[in-house]
């Protein structure tokens, strides 16, 4: 059982390069996540989604955009990336709203 | 706005020397706090959920305990595998989203053979 699965697990850009993180997961949960962590600071919230063709903005969702077009997928997306989105990228499933979470291993991303 | 603060920021412990996590919150409408635990270069894995003060719950040498105002992450005879980063979390009234959730910055404990 795979449960979340994140791709790639390190990448390197240039600023304004763009690029798409993979998250998939075969929990058939309907919520996903993905969340930012950088030192010193909490997971971070970027972008929710429901369910299928949904998303939502989360607590830091500039610079950053997401699709879920089939359930068990879940894109984030950085269309011209910043140096201030290096940092590491965890994308996570739950099966309800409050239910605990199920995270990848996460995405480590280099802006230079 | 909700907030989660854990201390200390940093524990090193003995083998077998016994200690507790803090979690302080205030969580409008609290649905659930939530403990994880992450090791170096990997996500973070559930550990418990509590819901009420008053809740415990128990996992091997983990106790996690909840009050109005604070929960405990209590680690009793620890061994070196227990090493590693914990996460406290406040799932909080959102709206009816699914964004309500707060994380503290964690406790990096260090146990020392």
């Known amino acids: 059982n795979a449960g979340v699965t994140q791709t790639p697990k390190f990448r390197v850009l240039k600023t304004g390069q763009s690029m798409t993180l993979l998250c998939a997961q075969d929990?058939?949960?309907?919520?996903m996540y993905w969340y930012r962590q950088d030192p010193g600071m909490g997971l971070r919230l970027i972008h929710y989604s429901v369910g299928e063709g949904t998303t939502a903005k989360g607590e830091v969702p500039d610079g950053y955009n997401v699709s879920r077009l089939k359930k068990q997928n879940f894109l984030l997306g950085l269309e011209s990336a910043a140096p201030s989105q290096t940092s590491v990228y965890f994308c996570a499933s739950s099966r309800t709203a409050t239910g605990e979470l199920f995270f990848g291993e996460g995405s480590r991303l280099t802006v230079l | 706005e909700d907030q989660v603060t854990q201390s200390p920021e940093a524990l090193r412990l003995q083998e077998g020397e016994s200690s507790s996590l803090n979690c302080s919150y205030t969580?409008?409408?609290?649905?659930?706090l939530f403990w994880y635990r992450q090791d170096p270069g990997k996500g973070p894995e559930f550990l418990f959920t509590l819901y009420s003060a008053g809740e415990e719950k128990e996992k091997e040498r983990l106790k996690a305990t909840l009050t109005k105002k604070e929960s405990f992450l209590h680690i009793t005879a620890p061994k070196p595998e227990d090493s590693a980063t914990y996460l406290c979390?406040?799932?909080?009234?959102?709206?009816?989203?699914?964004?309500?959730?707060?994380f503290g910055k964690g406790t990096h404990l260090i146990i020392q053979p």
């Open positions: 929990m058939n949960h309907e919520y």
């Open positions: 979390a406040g799932n909080g009234y959102s709206g009816g989203g699914a964004d309500g959730l707060t």
């Open positions: 969580v409008s409408g609290l649905r659930g």
